[in-house]
């Protein structure tokens, strides 16, 4: 992999465009776009200040920055529309709304929170509309930047997972609560986002919901209290309820459809794994969290002190283990509050052939299990473990290729994953590696491009990796600071 410099970001965006030609960034109160070629700036906005009426709505009192500007005025959420001509930067705190188009750097648009504040802001699947939730749960407002008009939902419950666009992006779903009753809204948003559908639910306490790949069917599910998951038609009906016999305590944590919509892999806070069918909507398999690794299952180990021996820089494998292994797991207390158990991380690749697992009492191990083809005898079984120094931060499927996976753990680099290395005999096998990041961190900053160019102090750590569209770049985020990764050919050209 080929690295670039280190530049200047906050909050953790920085992002490619969709079609991976452009990267956005945000510094503060400041938004640049870059080239991905040349990492060269071709356009920075800057959100200003609120009005006088909404400066006073939200009475901030916090202190500027070393720049002079006031946190509360930063950029809290920023994104690309699906076609990469329109830019949105929102500030929650100050309840603002800033569109930019990339194409002229003079256009832009602009939205108030009212009284009821701004709690997040993203772009529609279209490209035209943005969805602005307000603070507590009052409503949500649909923004069109074609015509200007906004429509207003009322009572969403969750602003970060209650909701959900069908995969063809003609119709939204969601989770609403109505006297005291959790209730589901279909809407059209090829007509305005007009109400087509609305139907309670049949859960006390809906902690989430989860659309399917074919947009057939709904998952949702209680709160930690209970262990029940309902299938729902987007017309209403109940089409299949489960809950694990014996009742493990604690309720769902975590839900994932398959992407062929055929199965959907449901995890609680007790180490168990179900994967229901979509026909009777039984469980049809259930993986478990085991300390001893099984036969035929491989344990890819990271090297100790690889990071020091090597200085940070060039590449090294992992130690790969075959035969009867174990792993430690640590103890959880079930009667304490918050217990360090269950999945936190559940996740299939492109094709479905392959399911990624994290569990909260083993945090600095990745499990990969294996799925059989369509026409195979359906017998899941765990292909390999990925045992690290640190706690495993994030891990994310490449969004082209099936077999390939990054993961970061905080330190100076980050390691992958892929089922696509060939080997000597000419046969695909499995390969792990772990990278250095050639970067360090320093204090003096060239503030006119946002650039890191001297004073190095302190060495860089990977915390959250994200793919580029294309599936051959990675945008590495530290604390404050990024830079890019991208794929060498076999020629030497970056892809």
Known sequence: MDFTEIYKQ??????FSPGAHFILNVVENTLIVRRTDTLQITRTWTVTTPSSTASILSNSKSTPSSSGVSPDGWISHAGWSCDSEYLLAASAKKGIVEVFKLRDENWNARIEAGVEGLLKAEWAPDGRHILCFSQWGLRVTIWSLVTGNATYIQFPI???RGYAFRSDSRYFILAERHRSKDAMGV???????????HFPVPTSNLSSLALSPTGNHIAVWEGILEYKL?????AGD????FSPKPNPGFGVRNAAWHPTGMFLAVAGWDDKIHILDGLTWSAAATLELLSKIPMGATLWREPSNWLETTQGRGFLSYERLQGPQTISLQRTDPTKPNPKSGVVQLEWNKTGTLLLVRFENCPTVVHLYDFPGSSDLFVPRLRCVLQHSKPVLQAQWNPVRKGSLALCSGSGSIYTWSDEWIGENGVEEDMAECIGVPANSGLFRDLSAFRIIDGFTAKFETRSVKWAPDGKG????????FCCAFEVEEDGTES
Do not use: M
Request: proline share 3%; hydrophobic share 35%; charged share 20%.
């Open 474 to 481: 990675l945008v590495l985020l530290d604390k404050e600071v």
């Open 187 to 197: 809407y059209d948003t090829t007509d305005c986002y007009k109400l087509v559908r």
């Open 230 to 234: 309902h299938i729902l038609s987007l």
């Open 158 to 160: 969750h602003p970060d």
């Open 10 to 15: 906050s909050g953790n965006l920085a992002s």
């Open 238 to 241: 109940v089409q299949g309820t």
